[in-house]
């Protein structure tokens, strides 16, 4: 999904050509860029912008999940289901540290989240309307977003690349999370089956889009590459995310709503992998673009909780300050 | 620095010990009020898996750093001292493990 974070980058960037191939040549070298390194303005803005939108990604994503949190169908689906909102609460706020090495304030993200300034992934701008939903986003949205982050570990930038790794370590469990719940209904009741399938139904298309456009048609993907903040290109995710999930499917007893569907063994260098059919790319730029069913409700929430919230950060500042003051004041009379 | 700083919660950098033996290790930051809030945070976004026995939290300002642009000046000097290293000393085979 975070390649998403990619559209509309200005990678552009002012330096001298010695500056630049210098710095190239310590990303070809595998070197680590650290916060205070000299780097080009087009590699920290792109990072900046990247950064911030994965992690209101993680932040909005919380929302769809939480819907559900009061209706789980027992106790330790709703225990489950909290630690994975709060783990996706705990996801945005190491991204939100990273990108704060990098010079934006977090007041700066989360203003313009909230001015719809920034992006983040389409898959949220979907509604959860069935318990389903939880199962199915933890299997193939977070399933996805493993597919993504994993190569993000390798990013060049050092922040980023370590907390991805903490947030790769922690998915794992959301996804195995996810598709337990989808495997328990797929054996369940028909009612329950036809619920789980559904559901795919519905979120199939929508998170092969979280992939961000084709090659074809994404702009910035080549100097990103070249900068190795990313190391695989839009299509190539998609392709392995397709070909480890359909036979996760085939297990469950479930179908991708999918007719163009097919094994192709010339694929992937003789290795085999799935022809898919064409993803409508107008719903996609609709939903980036805010047209989608939940965009307006989403922002809409977190506006409220930063709001809701206003008096608790004016509180404990306050606090903080009279405490120090006091201090400062118990030091003077001591000395 | 942006200019609304006076409404800013605080950052502070947080360490870790994973257990004892180990020394506290740089993992990342939190944003709050004070250095309670700050420890309290600190736990529930760094070790909500049995990550840590130990937490440090430090105020970002108060963290004096090196400059990378000083990195030759300050840590040149070492690479053509090699008499600081065991290999530089010839010692014959018969004496044994040293």
């Known amino acids: 999904m975070y390649s998403q974070g990619l559209i509309g980058a200005d990678t552009s960037t002012e330096e001298s050509e010695e500056f630049l191939r210098a710095f190239q040549e310590r990303i070809d070298a595998e070197q680590k860029i650290e916060p205070n390194d000299a780097m080009p303005a087009g590699y920290r803005k792109t990072l900046i912008r990247q950064i911030g939108q994965h992690a209101h990604s993680e932040i909005v994503g919380m929302l769809p999940e939480g819907n559900w949190i009061t209706r789980a169908p027992t106790l330790k689906r709703k225990a489950a289901l909290l630690a994975k909102v709060q783990d996706e609460g705990g996801h945005g706020l190491y991204l939100y540290s990273a990108a704060e090495t990098l010079g934006v304030s977090r007041e700066q993200m989360t203003e313009e989240l909230h001015a719809g300034k920034a992006k983040y992934s389409s898959i949220f701008n979907y509604p959860t309307l069935t318990w389903a939903d939880i199962g199915t986003i933890g299997w193939l949205v977070d399933g996805a977003a493993i597919m993504n982050q994993i190569p993000l570990c390798r990013c060049s930038f050092g922040p980023y690349a370590r907390a991805m790794i903490r947030v790769c370590k922690e998915e794992s469990f959301h996804q195995r999370q996810g598709y337990e719940i989808v495997m328990t209904l797929a054996k369940g009741s028909p009612e329950q089956k036809a619920m789980a399938q559904e559901s795919l139904d519905r979120w199939w298309w929508p998170v092969l889009m979280m992939f961000g456009p084709h090659d074809s048609d994404s702009q910035h993907g080549d100097q990103s590459m070249r900068w190795k903040i990313k190391r695989f290109s839009n299509d190539e995710l998609r392709q392995k995310f397709v070909d480890a999930t359909i036979p996760q499917a085939e297990y469950l007893g479930l179908t991708v709503p999918d007719p163009d569907l097919k094994w192709n063994p010339e694929k992937n260098d003789g290795r085999g992998g799935y022809d898919f059919g064409a993803i409508d790319w107008d719903e996609f730029w609709r939903v980036v673009k805010g047209k989608g069913i939940m965009n307006r409700e989403r922002i809409r929430d977190r506006r409220k909780a930063w709001d809701d919230g206003e008096w608790v950060r004016e509180a404990a500042l306050a606090h903080a300050q009279k405490r120090a003051e006091r201090m400062a004041a118990e030091q003077q009379a001591a000395e | ?98």
């Open chain 2, 1 to 98: 620095m942006s200019e609304t700083v006076k409404n800013e919660v605080p950052l502070w950098e947080v360490f870790i010990r994973p257990r004892n033996g180990l020394s506290h290790k740089h993992c990342g930051s939190v944003h709050a009020a004070d250095e309670v809030m700050a420890l309290q945070a600190a736990r529930d976004v760094y070790t909500r898996r049995g990550e840590g026995q130990s937490i440090w939290v430090v105020r970002s300002k108060d963290i004096v750093a090196s400059d990378p642009q000083d990195k030759e000046e300050l840590f040149e000097p070492t690479a053509d001292k090699i008499y600081r290293h065991p290999t530089f000393y010839e010692i014959p085979d018969e004496v044994g493990h040293m």
